[in-house]
């Protein structure tokens, strides 16, 4: 059974920046608080706990002087808040994340309403709609927008990070065609990062060449969940978050298998994975 991982693999750019800086900041405080979770993978956060990373579930929650702020940022109302009760901020926001929040500041300031092609529950997405002041909406149905009371005259579009390009291209297409009328205007800005780009990209080449995919991260993790959707276009997918997850069944027959990773699976757990196939490969 050959084994083979794509390129883009383990941490994104930034979520590795983000674990730097809370590295250092609990190392020279003894400790610091993040407001929610700092990345969606359970076995990151038990290691952060392990050196004195406590998650605060809220502004309320927080108990200490500093609290840092995820690399899915937050809204600035969420700021002012913090800094309203004395508490320092330590921003690990990813610069990709804020570049999404500006462009979405800037069109609202010019009048655009805003749509983010993305999902509303996520922490990155409500942390944007908080930099359009409240001027737009995240959703991935433009019939949700073609039936709006009253259709805004200038819609700005833009894409929550971890989408998937083709998809946010097609969604698009579909807003032209449902809610474009005379003289709307449209401004699109694809925000989609980099990283998660080649990382899918790479992904789906790897998909298309094996008898079976693994996308190791959490469970919970958007980016994670994108991947192991396009994966699963192309060959048998299964997302695992941890090594107990998989089941040797899965493997008969196969010869090839393809392993890859959401932007925070940390390098151990792709080992570990790793151990474990190559165990049932000289088995
Ligand atoms: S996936 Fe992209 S946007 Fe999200 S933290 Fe990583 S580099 Fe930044």
Redesign the pocket.
């Known amino acids: 059974m050959k084994i083979e991982k794509t390129r883009e693999i383990g941490f ?4 590795k920046r ?1 674990i730097d800086i809370l590295e250092k900041v609990a190392r020279e405080r003894g400790g610091v608080e993040t407001l929610g979770a700092v990345v969606h993978n359970q076995q990151v956060l038990q290691r952060l706990a392990e050196i004195g990373v406590r998650v605060a579930q809220s502004v309320d929650d927080i108990r200490g002087d500093v609290v840092a702020v995820s ?2 940022g937050v809204a600035p109302s969420i700021e002012e808040e913090i800094q309203a009760r004395h508490i320092d901020i330590v921003d690990t926001t ?4 804020h570049r999404l929040q500006t462009a979405a500041r800037r069109l609202a300031e010019n009048g655009f309403f805003i749509i983010v092609y993305g999902d509303a529950d996520h922490t ?1 997405v409500k942390g944007v709609l908080g930099w359009a002041d409240g001027r737009g909406l995240a959703t991935m149905d433009e019939k949700f927008i073609a039936k709006l009371d009253s259709l805004p005259r200038r819609l700005g579009v833009l894409s929550q ?2 989408q998937i390009p083709a998809h946010f291209t097609e969604f698009v297409k579909r807003l032209i065609d449902s809610a474009f009328t005379k003289d709307s205007e449209l401004r699109i800005i694809d925000t989609i ?4 780009r080649k990382r899918q990209a790479a992904a789906l080449e790897l998909a298309n060449r094996v008898g079976l995919m693994l996308v190791i991260g959490g469970h919970s993790s958007a ?1 994670t969940n994108r991947l192991s959707e396009l994966c699963s276009t192309a060959t048998e997918t299964y997302l695992v978050e941890t090594v107990e997850e998989i089941r040797p069944s899965w493997f008969q027959g196969k010869h090839h298998i393809g392993i890859t990773s959401g ?2 699976t940390a390098e151990q757990t792709i080992d570990e994975v790793l151990a474990r196939l190559e165990a049932l490969a000289s088995n």
Request: glycine content about 4%.
């Open positions: 994104c750019f930034g979520v983000a690399s899915h990813c610069p990709f994340v990155e990070t971890t990062c980099h990283d998660i980016n932007a925070s």
